[in-house]
């Protein structure tokens, strides 16, 4: 063992950490984000691409693992790369929500993942306010998967995995990307064509009698998902930021924009091809002005189908993690969303002033003002209120939260994407832990995001 990784793991190491052999090798990840032509499920079409592919590469890291990633902007317009749901430091930390990468230029990032970082489901997306969501939705995003010792610990980490990353486009029938209107920016834009890691439909295969791990990850910039399985239930193994204490069973998921799910399949049906769908959901309440979301269709994700038998027929552990429940927050602080039709009408990309369609606590978001001041080391709980017609998915940067509100699960698990749906209200506790620095909270809808709903968030000492 190297005597760095001893000195760096020995406060607060199990013994089987202490264990491993080897520190992983960095990781070294060079992507270049341009307009690039792409094969989509047999059709040929003009996307936001990282190294020419949609979604860009998947980026496999380990706790402890040293990570260096070079970002070359070959846009027309200015990027830079979010790492949605790790732990990192943030402004002026490698995890900058606030750089700003011309085009024509380039920026190294480097971090090392803590050692205590837990495994699970992550992504990265490119986060300059302004233009998150013509990115996101034009393909801009990949998968992060982090992979813990607990994992094989437990006999999980064998399991067959896929990852599903879900993407939406619109596109003009020349197989370019159509530019939204101004209601589309309003209710959040989507795209009929939705793709599955690339691929439109793919086939999952599962052994009979096996299980199947799906990585979902929701990188739509304001699709909603409710995954259902024909003929199938999905058992919860992993949420937003890792496994949860004890697998459950549900018929369908509603996933928001930066949600991740990890499910397991278990292959106890007849052989067969079984539909992975996405049930209507309707995220708007009710009219809003005169404007109305086209309601929303089942969509076929991919199909399940099941190969030769000897699956694995072990069983699924009945516990997996243990998540300890945060305590004694110091204080609650309350977030409202809000809308104003003030933004009706104007150009709805860029960050020009008295463009504040939508806002939190009546502003909309300013980079120069400090909206929320934390305590590195502090616990609070943090209530969202929804006061408008439409759901929208909180997601805070840096540190992970449990649910605490109506929405959780029955244990604590990390999350770092909470829906808030429209009229209601939730609450989640979340610690301030490792990193000072300058943050962000905000809706997942990448739309409402571009258009102010999102708040800074000062962490010190
Ligand atoms: Cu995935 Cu601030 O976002
Ligand atoms: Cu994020
Ligand atoms: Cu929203």
């Given at each position: 063992m190297q005597r760095r990784h001893f000195l760096r793991s020995s406060a607060a190491a199990t013994a089987s950490r202490l264990l491993r052999a080897t520190e992983p090798a960095p990781a070294v990840v060079d992507l270049t984000a341009a307009r690039n032509w792409v094969n989509l499920g047999g059709r040929l079409v003009e996307l936001l691409t990282y190294n020419g592919r949609v979604p860009g590469p998947r980026i496999d890291l380990r706790p402890g693992q040293d990570v260096k990633i070079r970002l070359r902007n070959g846009l027309t317009e200015p990027t830079n790369l979010h790492f949605h749901g790790l732990h990192l430091a943030p402004s002026p930390g490698p995890?900058?929500?606030?750089?700003r990468i011309p085009p024509g230029d380039e920026h190294e990032y480097r971090f090392t993942l803590p050692l205590n970082h837990p495994g699970g489901t992550f992504w990265y997306h490119p986060h300059v306010h302004g233009y998150s969501a013509g990115q996101v939705a034009g393909g801009l995003a990949g998968a992060i998967v982090v992979r813990s010792d607990l994992e094989t610990e437990l006999g999980v980490a064998d399991i067959p995995e896929r990852v599903v990353f879900l993407q939406d486009f619109d596109l003009l029938p020349n197989g370019t990307l159509a530019a939204p209107s101004v209601s589309d920016v309003i209710q959040g834009r989507e795209g009929p064509l939705v793709a599955a890691s690339g691929e439109t439909m793919p086939e999952l295969a599962i052994r009979q009698d096996g299980l199947l791990r799906l990585r979902v990850i929701?990188?739509?910039?304001?699709r909603f998902y409710n995954l259902s399985l024909e003929e199938h239930s999905f058992v919860v193994i992993g949420v937003d930021g890792g496994l949860v204490r004890s697998p459950f069973e549900a018929e369908t998921i509603a996933l928001t924009p930066g949600e991740r799910i990890e499910l397991l399949v278990r292959g106890?049906?007849?052989p067969g091809s079984y539909r992975f769908r996405s049930l209507p959901y309707a995220r708007t309440r009710s009219g809003m002005g005169s404007l109305r979301l086209p309601a929303s269709t089942s969509i076929e994700l991919g199909r399940i189908v099941y190969t030769g038998g000897e699956g694995r027929s072990s069983p699924i552990p009945a516990q997996l993690g243990s998540v300890s429940p945060l305590t004694n927050p110091r204080l609650l602080r309350r977030f409202v969303l809000g809308q104003s039709m003030g933004g009706l009408g104007l150009g709805m990309v860029g960050t020009r002033p008295g463009m504040m369609a939508f806002t939190i606590n009546g502003l909309g978001f300013d980079m120069d003002r400090i909206d929320t001041q934390v305590q590195l080391g502090e616990t609070e709980d943090w209530e969202f209120l929804n006061s408008t017609a439409m759901d929208h998915p909180m997601h805070v940067h840096t540190n992970a939260f449990q649910i605490?509100?109506?929405?959780?699960?029955?244990a604590p698990a990390w999350k770092d994407t909470v829906l808030v749906k429209a009229g209601e209200r939730t609450r989640v506790r979340t610690r301030f832990e490792d990193f000072t620095g300058l943050s962000v909270y905000h809706c997942h809808i990448l739309d409402h995001e571009d258009q102010g709903m999102m708040g800074t968030l000062r962490i010190e000492t």
């Open positions: 995890d900058d929500a606030f750089l929701n990188g739509s910039s304001s106890n049906r007849n605490v509100g109506p929405g959780g699960t029955a």
